[in-house]
Protein backbone atom coordinates (compact mmCIF):
# COMPACT_ATOMS: atom_id res chain seq x y z
CA UNK A 1 0.00 0.00 0.00
CA UNK A 2 1.86 2.96 -0.67
CA UNK A 3 1.02 5.93 1.77
CA UNK A 4 1.87 9.74 0.72
CA UNK A 5 2.85 11.62 3.79
CA UNK A 6 1.52 15.35 4.29
CA UNK A 7 4.54 16.93 5.34
CA UNK A 8 4.71 18.99 8.53
CA UNK A 9 1.74 18.66 9.99
CA UNK A 10 2.06 16.27 12.10
CA UNK A 11 1.57 17.34 15.63
CA UNK A 12 2.26 14.21 18.00
CA UNK A 13 1.99 13.02 21.53
CA UNK A 14 4.77 14.37 23.65
CA UNK A 15 7.68 12.18 22.97
CA UNK A 16 9.88 13.25 26.57
CA UNK A 17 8.87 15.13 29.64
CA UNK A 18 9.35 18.57 29.45
CA UNK A 19 12.96 19.27 29.77
CA UNK A 20 13.75 16.89 31.69
CA UNK A 21 17.38 17.43 33.16
CA UNK A 22 19.85 14.44 31.27
CA UNK A 23 20.35 12.70 34.34
CA UNK A 24 21.72 9.15 33.98
CA UNK A 25 19.85 6.52 35.55
CA UNK A 26 21.58 4.49 38.07
CA UNK A 27 22.42 0.59 37.37
CA UNK A 28 19.85 -0.50 39.67
CA UNK A 29 17.63 1.54 38.06
CA UNK A 30 18.18 0.11 34.45
CA UNK A 31 18.64 -3.50 35.83
CA UNK A 32 14.93 -3.00 37.55
CA UNK A 33 14.09 -1.46 34.64
CA UNK A 34 15.06 -4.51 32.17
CA UNK A 35 13.71 -7.26 34.22
CA UNK A 36 10.30 -5.29 34.74
CA UNK A 37 9.94 -4.82 30.82
CA UNK A 38 10.14 -1.29 31.06
CA UNK A 39 11.27 -0.84 27.90
CA UNK A 40 9.71 1.06 25.54
CA UNK A 41 9.90 1.44 21.30
CA UNK A 42 9.09 4.01 19.73
CA UNK A 43 9.09 4.74 15.64
CA UNK A 44 10.19 7.01 13.37
CA UNK A 45 8.85 6.83 9.84
CA UNK A 46 10.90 7.06 6.84
CA UNK A 47 10.08 8.43 3.63
CA UNK A 48 10.62 8.16 -0.14
CA UNK A 49 11.75 11.91 -1.30
CA UNK A 50 10.25 10.87 -4.19
CA UNK A 51 6.61 10.99 -4.23
CA UNK A 52 6.66 11.30 -0.03
CA UNK A 53 5.49 7.28 0.55
CA UNK A 54 6.02 5.35 3.85
CA UNK A 55 8.88 2.95 2.89
CA UNK A 56 9.46 1.86 6.89
CA UNK A 57 10.48 3.00 10.46
CA UNK A 58 13.42 3.07 12.84
CA UNK A 59 12.80 1.71 16.37
CA UNK A 60 14.22 3.80 19.22
CA UNK A 61 14.23 2.79 22.48
CA UNK A 62 12.62 4.46 25.64
CA UNK A 63 12.68 4.17 29.42
CA UNK A 64 9.07 4.66 30.77
CA UNK A 65 9.81 5.78 34.61
CA UNK A 66 7.86 4.64 37.11
CA UNK A 67 5.50 7.97 36.94
CA UNK A 68 4.95 6.84 32.99
CA UNK A 69 7.20 9.75 32.02
CA UNK A 70 9.72 8.54 29.30
CA UNK A 71 13.36 9.10 29.24
CA UNK A 72 15.51 9.31 26.16
CA UNK A 73 18.37 6.84 25.21
CA UNK A 74 21.09 9.51 26.11
CA UNK A 75 20.06 8.70 29.77
CA UNK A 76 20.52 5.08 29.85
CA UNK A 77 22.06 3.53 27.06
CA UNK A 78 25.83 4.28 28.38
CA UNK A 79 24.60 2.67 31.83
CA UNK A 80 23.58 -0.37 29.54
CA UNK A 81 26.41 -0.48 27.54
CA UNK A 82 28.79 -0.10 30.34
CA UNK A 83 27.69 -2.80 32.51
CA UNK A 84 27.08 -5.46 29.79
CA UNK A 85 23.23 -5.38 29.37
CA UNK A 86 23.17 -4.13 25.84
CA UNK A 87 22.72 -7.99 24.35
CA UNK A 88 19.36 -8.39 26.64
CA UNK A 89 18.57 -4.48 25.72
CA UNK A 90 18.64 -5.25 22.04
CA UNK A 91 16.74 -8.63 22.81
CA UNK A 92 13.79 -6.45 24.14
CA UNK A 93 13.94 -3.72 21.83
CA UNK A 94 13.87 -6.01 18.68
CA UNK A 95 11.21 -8.59 19.80
CA UNK A 96 9.51 -5.58 19.88
CA UNK A 97 9.87 -4.02 16.80
CA UNK A 98 9.60 -7.96 15.22
CA UNK A 99 6.15 -7.95 16.61
CA UNK A 100 4.75 -4.37 15.31
CA UNK A 101 6.16 -5.42 12.17
CA UNK A 102 3.88 -8.56 12.41
CA UNK A 103 1.27 -6.63 13.40
CA UNK A 104 1.21 -3.83 10.95
CA UNK A 105 1.55 -6.57 8.69
CA UNK A 106 -1.55 -8.03 9.31
CA UNK A 107 -3.04 -4.47 9.17
CA UNK A 108 -1.85 -4.15 5.74
CA UNK A 109 0.57 -2.49 6.24
CA UNK A 110 4.38 -4.02 4.95
CA UNK A 111 7.22 -2.07 5.74
CA UNK A 112 10.84 -1.98 6.62
CA UNK A 113 11.89 -1.68 10.26
CA UNK A 114 15.05 -0.98 11.22
CA UNK A 115 16.52 -1.37 14.62
CA UNK A 116 20.04 -0.15 16.13
CA UNK A 117 22.57 -2.65 17.34
CA UNK A 118 25.49 -2.02 19.66
CA UNK A 119 28.78 -2.70 17.72
CA UNK A 120 29.96 -5.34 20.47
CA UNK A 121 26.50 -7.34 20.01
CA UNK A 122 27.53 -8.02 16.73
CA UNK A 123 30.74 -9.49 17.90
CA UNK A 124 28.91 -12.18 19.83
CA UNK A 125 27.50 -15.30 18.26
CA UNK A 126 24.65 -15.09 20.75
CA UNK A 127 22.70 -12.23 18.40
CA UNK A 128 22.30 -14.63 15.32
CA UNK A 129 19.98 -16.84 17.69
CA UNK A 130 18.35 -13.62 19.56
CA UNK A 131 17.60 -12.27 15.87
CA UNK A 132 16.87 -15.68 13.99
CA UNK A 133 14.22 -16.80 17.45
CA UNK A 134 12.24 -13.17 16.60
CA UNK A 135 12.10 -13.75 12.92
CA UNK A 136 10.49 -17.15 13.19
CA UNK A 137 8.73 -16.70 15.86
CA UNK A 138 6.71 -13.73 14.41
CA UNK A 139 6.73 -14.97 10.97
CA UNK A 140 8.30 -11.94 9.09
CA UNK A 141 10.36 -11.44 6.37
CA UNK A 142 14.11 -10.52 7.20
CA UNK A 143 14.29 -8.54 3.81
CA UNK A 144 12.00 -6.04 5.62
CA UNK A 145 14.79 -5.86 8.44
CA UNK A 146 17.32 -3.67 8.89
CA UNK A 147 20.02 -3.21 11.38
CA UNK A 148 21.68 0.15 11.75
CA UNK A 149 25.03 0.30 13.04
CA UNK A 150 27.16 3.50 14.10
CA UNK A 151 29.73 4.70 11.44
CA UNK A 152 32.48 5.50 13.90
CA UNK A 153 31.88 2.25 16.30
CA UNK A 154 32.46 0.37 13.22
CA UNK A 155 35.23 1.97 11.80
CA UNK A 156 37.25 1.14 15.14
CA UNK A 157 37.40 -2.20 13.92
CA UNK A 158 36.20 -4.08 11.02
CA UNK A 159 37.08 -7.49 11.51
CA UNK A 160 35.39 -8.02 14.83
CA UNK A 161 31.69 -7.69 13.65
CA UNK A 162 32.29 -8.63 9.90
CA UNK A 163 31.37 -12.25 10.36
CA UNK A 164 28.54 -11.40 11.76
CA UNK A 165 27.11 -8.53 9.86
CA UNK A 166 27.49 -11.30 6.65
CA UNK A 167 25.83 -13.48 8.14
CA UNK A 168 22.72 -11.32 9.09
CA UNK A 169 23.10 -9.83 5.56
CA UNK A 170 22.85 -13.73 3.91
CA UNK A 171 20.01 -14.23 5.61
CA UNK A 172 18.64 -10.87 3.80
CA UNK A 173 18.64 -8.28 6.33
CA UNK A 174 19.31 -4.83 4.42
CA UNK A 175 22.29 -3.08 6.89
CA UNK A 176 22.83 0.36 7.42
CA UNK A 177 25.79 2.47 8.20
CA UNK A 178 24.36 5.07 10.74
CA UNK A 179 25.54 8.30 11.56
CA UNK A 180 27.68 8.89 8.26
CA UNK A 181 30.18 11.22 8.52
CA UNK A 182 31.10 11.81 12.03
CA UNK A 183 33.20 8.16 11.75
CA UNK A 184 36.31 8.98 8.68
CA UNK A 185 35.47 5.80 7.60
CA UNK A 186 37.94 4.39 4.72
CA UNK A 187 36.63 3.39 1.40
CA UNK A 188 38.79 0.33 1.88
CA UNK A 189 37.18 -0.42 5.11
CA UNK A 190 34.00 0.38 4.45
CA UNK A 191 33.66 -1.90 1.23
CA UNK A 192 34.48 -5.22 3.32
CA UNK A 193 30.89 -5.32 4.99
CA UNK A 194 28.03 -5.75 2.92
CA UNK A 195 25.85 -2.40 3.51
CA UNK A 196 22.57 -1.93 1.49
CA UNK A 197 22.20 1.66 3.16
CA UNK A 198 23.86 5.15 4.28
CA UNK A 199 22.48 7.32 6.89
CA UNK A 200 23.82 10.76 7.05
CA UNK A 201 24.58 12.51 10.06
CA UNK A 202 21.65 15.47 11.22
CA UNK A 203 24.66 17.54 11.27
CA UNK A 204 25.46 17.82 7.83
CA UNK A 205 21.61 18.06 6.81
CA UNK A 206 20.91 20.68 9.65
CA UNK A 207 24.27 22.51 8.46
CA UNK A 208 24.15 22.31 4.77
CA UNK A 209 21.64 25.39 3.77
CA UNK A 210 24.08 27.86 5.74
CA UNK A 211 27.74 25.87 6.05
CA UNK A 212 29.68 25.26 3.11
CA UNK A 213 31.67 21.83 4.65
CA UNK A 214 28.09 21.03 5.61
CA UNK A 215 27.05 20.51 2.35
CA UNK A 216 30.11 19.39 0.58
CA UNK A 217 30.15 16.65 3.47
CA UNK A 218 26.36 15.91 2.38
CA UNK A 219 26.95 16.00 -1.62
CA UNK A 220 30.12 13.47 -1.26
CA UNK A 221 28.83 11.33 1.31
CA UNK A 222 25.45 10.90 -1.47
CA UNK A 223 27.74 10.59 -4.22
CA UNK A 224 29.61 7.86 -2.17
CA UNK A 225 26.70 6.15 -1.50
CA UNK A 226 25.46 6.01 -5.08
CA UNK A 227 29.36 4.62 -6.17
CA UNK A 228 28.14 1.97 -3.32
CA UNK A 229 25.17 1.23 -4.50
CA UNK A 230 23.49 2.19 -1.36
CA UNK A 231 20.12 3.54 -0.34
CA UNK A 232 20.60 7.27 0.83
CA UNK A 233 18.61 8.49 4.22
CA UNK A 234 18.90 11.93 4.69
CA UNK A 235 18.49 11.89 8.87
CA UNK A 236 17.00 14.49 11.17
CA UNK A 237 15.18 16.70 8.48
CA UNK A 238 13.61 19.26 10.52
CA UNK A 239 12.40 21.85 7.81
CA UNK A 240 11.48 22.60 4.37
CA UNK A 241 14.34 24.19 3.26
CA UNK A 242 16.32 21.22 4.52
CA UNK A 243 13.54 18.83 2.73
CA UNK A 244 14.22 20.66 -0.77
CA UNK A 245 18.10 21.17 -0.27
CA UNK A 246 18.10 16.92 0.07
CA UNK A 247 15.68 16.33 -2.93
CA UNK A 248 17.97 18.54 -5.41
CA UNK A 249 21.05 16.44 -3.78
CA UNK A 250 19.29 13.02 -5.19
CA UNK A 251 18.84 11.53 -1.27
CA UNK A 252 16.37 8.75 -1.55
CA UNK A 253 14.69 8.89 1.98
CA UNK A 254 14.07 10.87 4.80
CA UNK A 255 14.01 10.73 8.59
CA UNK A 256 12.93 13.55 10.17
CA UNK A 257 10.73 15.60 12.74
CA UNK A 258 9.39 17.98 9.50
CA UNK A 259 7.99 14.46 8.36
CA UNK A 260 6.90 12.85 11.61
CA UNK A 261 8.70 12.31 15.27
CA UNK A 262 8.79 8.72 16.73
CA UNK A 263 5.55 7.22 17.86
CA UNK A 264 4.35 4.25 19.65
CA UNK A 265 3.31 1.46 17.81
CA UNK A 266 -0.18 1.63 18.01
CA UNK A 267 0.22 5.31 16.32
CA UNK A 268 1.89 4.15 13.06
CA UNK A 269 -1.06 2.62 11.89
CA UNK A 270 -2.92 5.98 12.06
CA UNK A 271 -0.38 8.11 10.95
CA UNK A 272 0.37 5.95 7.86
CA UNK A 273 -3.66 6.28 7.04
CA UNK A 274 -4.27 9.76 8.23
CA UNK A 275 -0.91 10.83 5.61
CA UNK A 276 -2.68 8.24 3.32
CA UNK A 277 -3.98 9.58 -0.47
P1 LIG B 1 20.17 7.67 15.93
O1 LIG B 1 20.25 6.22 15.60
O2 LIG B 1 20.96 8.60 15.08
O3 LIG B 1 18.64 8.02 15.92
C1 LIG B 1 18.11 9.25 15.48
C2 LIG B 1 17.90 10.20 16.64
O4 LIG B 1 17.56 11.48 16.12
C3 LIG B 1 16.75 9.80 17.54
O5 LIG B 1 17.07 10.26 18.85
C4 LIG B 1 15.59 10.61 16.97
O6 LIG B 1 14.54 10.82 17.89
C5 LIG B 1 16.30 11.89 16.63
N1 LIG B 1 15.67 12.65 15.57
C6 LIG B 1 14.91 12.20 14.53
N2 LIG B 1 14.53 13.19 13.72
C7 LIG B 1 15.04 14.33 14.26
C8 LIG B 1 14.96 15.72 13.87
O7 LIG B 1 14.37 16.10 12.86
N3 LIG B 1 15.62 16.60 14.67
C9 LIG B 1 16.30 16.20 15.80
N4 LIG B 1 16.88 17.13 16.53
N5 LIG B 1 16.39 14.91 16.18
C10 LIG B 1 15.76 13.99 15.41
P2 LIG B 1 16.90 9.30 20.12
O8 LIG B 1 15.67 8.49 19.98
O9 LIG B 1 17.08 10.14 21.33
O10 LIG B 1 18.12 8.31 19.98
C11 LIG B 1 19.44 8.74 20.17
C12 LIG B 1 20.41 7.65 19.80
O11 LIG B 1 20.33 6.56 20.70
C13 LIG B 1 20.15 7.04 18.44
O12 LIG B 1 20.65 7.91 17.44
C14 LIG B 1 20.92 5.74 18.56
O13 LIG B 1 22.29 5.92 18.33
C15 LIG B 1 20.68 5.39 20.00
N6 LIG B 1 19.60 4.39 20.11
C16 LIG B 1 18.26 4.59 20.04
N7 LIG B 1 17.60 3.43 20.18
C17 LIG B 1 18.54 2.47 20.30
C18 LIG B 1 18.50 1.02 20.46
O14 LIG B 1 17.43 0.39 20.50
N8 LIG B 1 19.70 0.38 20.57
C19 LIG B 1 20.90 1.04 20.53
N9 LIG B 1 22.02 0.32 20.63
N10 LIG B 1 20.97 2.37 20.37
C20 LIG B 1 19.81 3.08 20.26
CA1 LIG C 1 19.95 4.83 14.03
CA1 LIG D 1 21.46 8.02 12.97
CA1 LIG E 1 22.43 10.74 14.57
Redesign the pocket.
Known sequence: VPLKAVLGTYTQRQTFAPRAPLELLSLEDVKAGLSEGRINV?F?PKVSVADRSLIGV????RWRKLDGNLI???AF?PVVEENGL?DE??DQ?FQKAVSAMAAWSLAGLSIKVA????VESLTRYEVLDLVHSAIEREGVDPQNLII?V?ESRIMEDVTAPLEILTRLRMKGIGLSI??FGTGASSMQQLKRIPFTELKID?AFVAGAPTDDEARAMLESSVALAKRLGLTTVA????TKEEWHLIAELGVDVV????VA??MPSEDLLAWAQRNGD
Open positions: FQEALVPPALIMTVVNFSETDDREGVEQGYFRP
